[in-house]
């Protein structure tokens, strides 16, 4: 192609400049010019471009455009990721009776208390025994001293920052409640002892996705001490005290993948009754505004006095 441009173009060169040199009127010109005007193909393209007001156009009136060109639009399917090693939630959460104390039984509310922990112990023996078919090792006394140790580790990693160590501890549900919001906060965390003996108050045998996938959950109840103390990244205090140790009662869900050889027994959630007591709340600290100075002011010119902190409003 680029070679026969060039011979057209030598051939068609004298006489161009022949009828440049010795006509120049307008009819002269105009001819030259068609002349040189040589029709060159170029490539066909099979995709147009859009256009620049495509963006107030419809999403209908699009997929047609797209259509007509030739493009194929893919359908979007919203899926959700599925985690096996672990469950979405708790099973048949535990519901501990109110104060943890156990009523009379002569007395209406604890005849049906009774009752109700009578059904709670069949069917933990149901479970056990499954669990049991799993995991050889497995025993109700001995459990709640293992569930208890795992607590104690999980805790240490998060406060120093262990990721690696915190997902072996803790199942993929739990991660993220324990690491929500820490990010530039430092934690102070410390066990003292263990004001009763951890115990197992209930234990569940779920399945998931198809019959045959087990998965194990047991509750842990566990009365300690601990002191907790979390500091902004400014180093204040927003919550507890490090020297101020507090009795603390949690009941404790540890779950394990029972089909799968290699699992483990992991922290997979806290069961908070309704007749807690409330949480504290968190002191936050807050930006004081300053003076708004005008072009070519100093703040230290201003003399500027700092307002008293009990005229500043804290947040909590």
């Given at each position: ?100 104390a156990r009523l009379s039984t002569l007395t209406k509310e604890g005849l049906k208390q009774r009752t109700e922990q009578l059904r709670q112990t069949a069917a ?193």
């Open positions: 192609m680029a070679a026969s441009i060039c011979r057209t173009l030598k051939c068609l060169q004298p006489t161009s400049c022949q009828n440049i040199k010795y006509g120049s009127s307008l009819l002269d010109v105009r001819l030259w010019q068609a002349v040189l005007r040589v029709p060159v193909r170029t490539k066909r393209r099979l995709f147009i471009p859009p256009s620049a007001n495509i963006k107030s156009k419809t999403q209908d009136e699009q997929e047609k455009k797209a259509r007509a060109a030739g493009v194929v639009v893919r359908q979007e399917y919203m899926e959700r990721p599925i985690n096996i090693s672990c469950t979405a939630g708790i099973y048949d959460p535990y519901v501990p009776p109110e104060g943890d933990s023996q149901l479970a056990i025994r499954k669990i049991k078919d799993y995991d050889s090792t497995f025993t109700s006394k001995e459990f709640p001293g293992i569930g208890q140790q795992i607590f104690i580790d999980a805790h240490a990693a998060l406060t120093e920052f262990n990721k690696e160590k915190l997902h072996s501890l803790v199942t993929e549900r739990c991660y993220p409640e324990m690491v929500r919001g820490n990010r530039y906060k430092t934690l102070r965390w410390r066990f003292i002892e263990s004001l009763e003996p951890p115990r197992l108050v209930q234990a569940r045998c779920p399945d998931m996705i198809s019959k045959g996938n087990l998965y194990g959950q047991v509750t842990v109840r566990m009365h300690s001490r601990q002191t907790l103390a979390i500091y902004d990244r400014f180093g204040r205090l927003m919550l507890g005290d490090e020297e101020e140790p507090r009795d603390v009662l949690e009941y404790l869900v540890m779950e394990r993948h029972l089909v799968n050889p290699y699992g483990r027994w992991r922290l997979h959630g806290k069961i908070v009754p309704a007749w807690a007591p409330p949480k504290d709340p968190i002191i936050k600290t807050v930006m004081i505004p300053g003076p708004k100075l005008k072009s070519g002011e100093q703040f230290e010119d201003l003399n500027y006095q700092i307002p008293k902190p009990n005229a500043v409003q804290w947040h909590k």
